[in-house]
Structure formats: C-alpha cells, structure tokens
C-alpha cells in the first residue's frame, strides 16, 4: 500500500521542529549552566566581572608589594628597594621576608599571622575571581612572602619568634626602610614564656595556606601543614597570652585573650586535614571558647566571628566523617551566632546594629574603622555565597526574612563607601579613582628616594605639608570619623595609617564581588 505524500510531508516538518526544538532547549541548558557555575566558562566570567572592582583588586593587591622586606624578587613598586636583610641573623635564622604591618618598620608576628589567614582563605573562596583578572599569582606570591617567614619564625616545636624590630625604638625614627641602621632585636615565645595566641594564629595562618599551596607546591603544602600542627600543639599545652608574657607588647598589639585563636586554628586545621579531632575540640570546647549567641566584631584581634562563619561552611556542606549528634549541635550554635552578627550588619533588620555613619558605614572604633567594615562585608559575602551554593533561601533575623543577595548588597554598600560613594567624595583606597589621600602616615611613601636623612632628622617629612612623594598604591587608610569626615595628615595617625590586615581584608572583599553573582564549592579536596 503506497504512503500518502501529504504525511511524508508532515513527518518530515515534524521532524525538523523536534530537532529544532532539542537544539533551543540544549542552547537553554548551557547557558544556565554557564550562569549558574561560572567557572566553568571563561566566556561567561568576562562578560559577568564588574570593571570597577576588577581595578580596584589590581590596585589593593600592590600594597602588599609596598610592605615587603627582605630581597625584593621582581620588585613591583619603584621607589622600594631591599632592606631588613639582616633580620634574624644573631641566631642563625633568615627572618628577613614577611612584611612590616603598617606605616612603620616592626614586623609584628601576630597581625602578619592573621594576614595570611584570611589572604588564605580568600584566595580559597574566590581564587577563581583572582584568576579573571590576572590576580591570582599576585596573591600567592604576597602569601608565600609571609608564610616563608612564619616557617622560618619557628625554628622548633615549642619556638615560635612573633617579633623583629622593638616598637618603641623603631617609633623614635623617620626613615626609608631601605636606609634602617638601628638595631632589631627579636622577640620569642617559648614554654617559659607563652604565646597562644600569637602561636594558634600562626597555626591557623599556615594550615589555611597549606591548602592554598596544596596544588601547587605540594612539598612545601606539607611543610607549612606540619609546622601548623606542632604550633597548635604548643598553643593549646603551654597556654598564656603573649600580652601577659611580653608586656612589651600591650602598647601595640595587645591580646585580650586566646580561646578566640585556639578556635580559629583547630577550625582551619580541620579543613586541612580533615581529622576529626580538630572538630571534636571545636565542639567540645565551644561552650567554654566560642561565646554562643553573643557576636563580636572580626578583626586581628577578635577571631570569633571568622571562626563561626567558618565553621557554618561545615554545617552547609557537611563533612566527610560522620558528625556526632553533639558535634552536630555544636556546629549549628555556631551558625546560629553567625547569623545573629550578619542580621546585625543588614541596615532594615530589627536587629541591625545603630554602630553606622549617617553614610551608612559600620564605624565602630575610631582607630582604623576600616578594619570592622570591610571585615564584617567580607564575612557577609562569603556567608551569602554559602547561602546561595546551599540553596538556603533565606536568613532569619527576629521574625524577619532575607535572601543572601542583601547580604550581598549590604557588602557593595561598604565597597562602594570606600570607593568613593561618601560624603567626602573621595577614594579611601590609595591609587584608586580622582581623589584620594594624598598624605597616608606612611614611612617610607613619605620620604624622597634620594633623600639625604637619618633617623631623626627624617621627621621633616612627616610634618612637611605636602603630599608623600610616592604612592602608596593599594593602601587602604584607617577610614573616616563617625561624622563620615576625614582630615588627610600623616598626623593624623588613627584615620591616615594603613594596615596589611586591612589590605587582605579588603582583597577578600573585592574579590567575592568581583562578579555580579557567584557560588563557592568546597576548597577542601580530597
């Protein structure tokens, strides 16, 4: 029996809209995946980076160049040369790497410590962002510069040397760090005299870049592992704040405390290595260390709020091994609080915190307000990005709800302050925009290259009126007054000095938002 032509006709026009239809629909499919796992394609990255922010990374990352010491290697930053060579050398030990903290040339252990941390972890959040714009090598080089000296800092077990230079005499000098001649006693904590906390930062500090350098260096992955180890060890058994041990101390970077920091690296120390025993003391020392339904701002000093979003990462995404019912309890506290801080940072919650400028930035302390801001948006992206790679839909806040994008977009409100969306229309990050200080308290921005000074008589240049004769470019200064005012002078200590903590802060913060949305994926491989 023959086939009517007429359906042949039909089954072939069928056909083709099948096809055509599969095809639209596969197109569809791609393109939310590409939407929805940018890193997958290169192609969607560059069309989602937000250029703003892209310069801005570019510009922060250099004032880690700024801060080095030691044999420059590709020295990125003209007016800096090599200096403190001799760092370390009356007990056989090169501690001439690490960087100095701020505007001075001391480099203190402890807030370099907690720089490394949290480069760590934004390098492990958002490395890929990092990598679409060219930054990611930047960033591991300024991380293995601190994190050479941090393992060549601690010679054996029970030694850990947590300062080079001594503060006060360092302060009696106006000098380029290249023409330094004074002399820099080194500053230990040891069994007679401990440090915990100073000692569980470092541990925190190398066990987060151990998975930095996991896949890249795996050797020198396994180095800095072990050094973390034996630093907890020696924290958590020989317990006293270094404050206490080294009076010293207490005029610069004084410790409140240590359960803070035993927290923090046991947390890091268990994403490390994904033993369990490091959960098991986070858990069992929780109630004890960690301060439950209590929030405390995140700083070099204060490691609480880092530690509960941290671990909040374990609750959303789980473990590797099995949980404990009191470990699992123990995790969801310390969500709990985590959330109570970030309902606090959202302007329309009933729990947001009256701690802001009329502007609208977190300002909580007068002495480098950036510092509490640019954390706390930081903890808030990362955490939103949790959210959103968890599909959790919303964050309760005393009755209310709200989606991860308001964490998100209470984070670009601080940015953008500091970028210039404030009353005093200027940049607070040096290098970025039209405007922005011109007077940052800065040692050696401050003084001409060529300058014939000394010591003493190099403090013309702080008092001089005019700008610094180099830029410090990626500082970001200690921020405005309450009244959202700023007085650009280098005496002007507590809003004009800039701080390397403040700088990875700020590269983390960037760099979660460098692109108009993103997920994270576990940085832990097995």
């Known amino acids: 029996m023959e086939k009517e032509p007429h359906k042949d006709k039909r089954w072939v026009w069928r056909g083709l809209i099948l096809v055509i239809t599969a ?62 060579m001799g760092d370390g050398s009356e007990v056989n030990l090169d501690l001439s790497r690490g960087m100095y903290d701020a505007g001075d040339h001391v480099k203190f252990g402890f807030p370099m410590a907690f720089t490394a941390t949290v480069l760590s972890w934004a390098i492990l959040e958002y490395g890929n962002h990092m990598n679409m714009v060219n930054e990611l090598d930047n960033a591991h080089e300024s991380l293995k510069w601190i994190t050479d000296f941090l393992t060549n800092a601690h010679p054996s077990e029970n030694v850990l040397y947590i300062q080079v230079g001594d503060p006060k005499l360092d302060h009696t000098c106006w000098e380029r760090p290249e023409a330094m001649t004074g002399k820099r006693p ?84 268990y994403h ?47 473990s ?46 007068q002495w480098n307000p950036f510092q509490y801001s640019v954390a706390s948006s930081f903890l808030a992206v990362v955490y939103s990005d949790y959210m959103l790679s968890s599909q959790t839909s919303n964050l309760y806040c005393s009755g209310k709800l709200y989606e991860p994008t308001e964490l998100r977009n209470f984070a670009v409100s601080q940015l953008d302050y500091i970028l210039g969306n404030n009353s005093m229309e200027m940049s607070y990050l040096v290098g970025y925009g039209s405007r922005y200080p011109q007077q940052v308290h800065h040692r050696g921005a401050s003084i001409p290259v060529n300058a014939n000074s000394n010591c003493s008589d ?10 610094n004769p180099n830029v410090a470019v990626g500082a970001l200064v200690g921020g405005p007054s309450l009244s959202d005012t700023y007085m650009d002078s280098r005496n002007n200590i507590s809003q004009s000095e800039p701080t390397t903590y403040n700088s990875a802060l700020i590269v983390g913060l960037i760099s979660g938002l460098i692109t108009s949305s993103s997920q994270v994926e576990s940085f832990v491989k097995n």
């Open 320 to 365: 590797n091994e099995d949980i404990s019912t009191e470990e699992s309890l123990s995790l969801q506290s310390y969500r709990q609080t985590a959330e109570t801080f970030l309902c606090g940072l959202l302007p329309e919650s009933p729990m947001a915190t009256s701690q802001r400028t009329a502007d609208g930035l977190v300002w909580v302390n």
């Open 272 to 318: 490390a290595t994904g033993d369990k025993s490091y959960l098991t003391y986070v858990s069992t020392n929780g109630n004890t260390f960690a301060n439950w339904g209590n929030p405390s701002w995140f700083s070099w000093e204060n490691k609480l709020a880092g530690v509960q979003v941290l671990l909040s990462r374990v609750n959303f995404f789980g």
């Open 186 to 269: 080194l500053t230990q904590v040891n069994t007679s005299y401990p440090g915990t906390d100073v000692a569980a930062e470092s541990a925190a500090a190398m066990a987060a870049a151990s998975l930095v350098f996991k896949s890249i260096d795996s050797a020198y992955s396994g180095t800095l592992l072990e050094h973390a180890k034996q630093l907890f060890k020696f924290a958590d058994s020989y317990r006293g704040s270094y404050s206490i041990s080294i009076p010293g101390v207490q005029d610069f970077y004084n410790s409140t405390g240590f359960v803070d920091e035993l927290l923090w690296a046991a947390a890091w120390l």
């Open 23 to 84: 095809l639209v629909l596969a197109a569809v499919l791609i393109s939310f995946r590409k939407y929805f796992h940018p890193s997958n394609s290169s192609e969607a990255d560059s069309h989602q980076v937000v250029e703003k922010y892209a310069n801005a990374l570019s510009i922060a990352m250099q004032f880690f160049d700024v801060q080095k010491s030691g044999k420059l290697v590709n020295n990125k930053i003209a007016w800096r040369g090599d200096s403190a």
């Open 458 to 467: 190099g403090f013309k240049w702080l008092h001089t009126r005019h700008s």
